[in-house]
């Protein structure tokens, strides 16, 4: 795959100056008191489209949970959306959100989680753009080239099928070494982020151990014959209690799912579902030695955190990277809130999104929710979120992905959708939304940039 001409970089570069920067100050964070009374104000914003068809769409039992985002280098128009729905594979969509192309699992396959990269290099010296979901069926990486032009395309299949399991070891119970991993536990691939580290212009995939508190960097390998393998470069092991919480206890997991790499600082950000938020140095290999923000916890729990604006099981992290390094960190607080057992832990801030800012302490900025509008419900339960700060058609200052894990369940409390789906966002509308809109500069990543010819 190429690098977009340089006509393309000129054009966006001119469709970025010419969308008005806010240049208002962030807003503050609600205060204690307030959150303490559960009132803390959430901005509403409503929804673009959705894509159609929802999950599930054949005898697969589809289950939309995390998209990604690839930037056509031709034509930012003809970009595409890439759905992981679990046991039904993959679907990629067109930015009206028409379905593009449906790709099944392989055998015993649940594809969890997706990314994007942008130019793998491959032996002969040309490079590739792909997209690598993480297979918590088989504990394996799947990986697709993406080519629109390619037969049977845009995603082509290369995964290395001869590749070991991502996780052959986990924790033993009594936490005194290692012990084998069967597949068949499922402790396998779970959350994943794909970083193209251009000091050594790799592909790493960071994958989070299903059932555990791990994290692992898996080099992607490309052999002679052009498929994709992995190998180990290094893991990251995290506690199993925090605060007095045994996190493998009954309704508590040391787990992490949602994670995002902020490429130009080399950090890693990982949201440990029942605990919060954390941040991995991958330049030093250092991880923070606690997380950098809470969830709330639990009222019956040593862990009680009222003060957080995140509720447990937080997933969904994305970054929204602006120019001269200015952008924000978005978490799904994601929360129990639906079903026949919700629990009160939530106070007001189930199915919301949490805003931080992108640099320095990752300071809390504020909260908003996606609500009913425009033909299309709102946004409930959301496992997975994608940012991108391109210009695009419809989406001037960007484009925000959301998964909904309650579509077209209005009420918002049956606990039974009948499907789930993906939901757009114009950026410009979030960052409005707030009573001091947000600042914001878009266009400022260019994924592809840096890379030898």
Known sequence: MKAPSAALLTALLLLSACSPEKKAEAPPAPSASTAQAGLVAVAEVAPVLEVAPGQPDDAHKGDADDPAFWLNPADPAKSLVIGAVK???????????????????????????????????????????????????GDRLIVWRIDPAAP?????????????????????????????????????????????????????????????????????????????????????????????????????????????????????????????????????????????????????SPFNNPDSRVVRDVEGLALYRGANGQGYLVVSSQGSAHGDHPKPDGAGLDDTFAVFERGGDNRYLGSFRIKAANGVDGVQECDGAEIVSFVLPGYPQGLLMVQDGYNDDLNGMSGKPASTNFKFVSWADVVSAFPVPLPVQPGGHDPRAGFAP
Not at 103 to 131: E, F, Q, T
Not at 245 to 265: H, I, M, N
Request: glycine letters at 10%.
């Open 87 to 137: 046991n039904a594979g993959l679907r990629v969509y067109d930015l009206s959100g028409k379905l593009v192309q449906r790709l099944d699992p392989i055998a015993d396959g649940r594809y969890n989680n997706v990314d994007v990269a942008y130019g793998l290099k491959r032996p002969d010296g040309s490079r590739i753009d792909i997209a690598v979901a993480s297979d918590r069926g």
């Open 152 to 300: 049977g395309g845009p995603l082509v299949d290369i995964t290395d099928l001869s590749q070991g399991q991502v996780f052959p070891t986990r924790r033993a119970p009594d936490s005194s070494g290692e012990v084998e991993n069967p597949v068949t536990d499922q402790h396998s691939a779970y959350g994943l982020t794909l970083w193209h580290d251009k000091a050594t212009d790799t592909v790493n995939a960071i994958v989070a151990q299903r059932k555990e508190g791990r994290l692992v960097q898996q080099r992607l390998v490309v052999k002679q014959d052009g498929t994709v393998g992995h190998e180990r470069v290094r893991a990251w092991d995290f506690p199993y209690s925090h605060k007095g919480q045994d996190l493998t206890a009954k309704e508590w997991s040391p787990q992490f799912e949602g994670l995002v790499v902020d490429e130009e600082r080399s950090i890693l950000f990982a949201g440990q579902e029942d605990v919060g938020l954390w941040r991995v140095n991958l330049a030093t290999g250092v991880a923070d030695d606690k997380p950098f923000y809470e969830t709330r916890g639990a009222t019956d």
